[in-house]
């Protein structure tokens, strides 16, 4: 049995609070990393803010496209 597959019947059993408390342990996660890791925070500090909202578009749009658009 390969990877893939365990991955696969992984994913079955996740529904939609499982996939919400992914999100929000990975927002928790990254603002910890920047807290207690003064590099990470300079370095989002210096990094000009319209990188970021490219990144939310780019990331956003085939979810965005696959859920309301086809």
């Given at each position: 049995?390969?990877?893939?597959?365990?991955?696969?019947?992984?994913?079955?059993?996740?529904?939609?609070?499982?996939?919400?408390?992914i999100?929000?342990?990975?927002?928790?996660f990254v603002?910890?990393v920047?807290?207690?890791w003064?590099?990470a925070?300079?370095?989002?500090?210096?990094?000009?803010?319209?990188?970021?909202?490219a990144?939310?578009?780019?990331?956003?749009a085939?979810p965005?496209?696959?859920?309301?658009?086809?």
């Amino acid at each position: 049995m390969g990877l893939i597959n365990i991955w696969e019947k992984a994913m079955k059993k996740i529904d939609w609070l499982d996939v919400a408390l992914i999100k929000f342990s990975t927002a928790a996660f990254v603002l910890f990393v920047i807290t207690v890791w003064p590099a990470a925070m300079n370095l989002v500090h210096s990094i000009h803010w319209g990188w970021f909202l490219a990144a939310l578009i780019i990331l956003a749009a085939r979810p965005f496209y696959r859920a309301y658009i086809k």
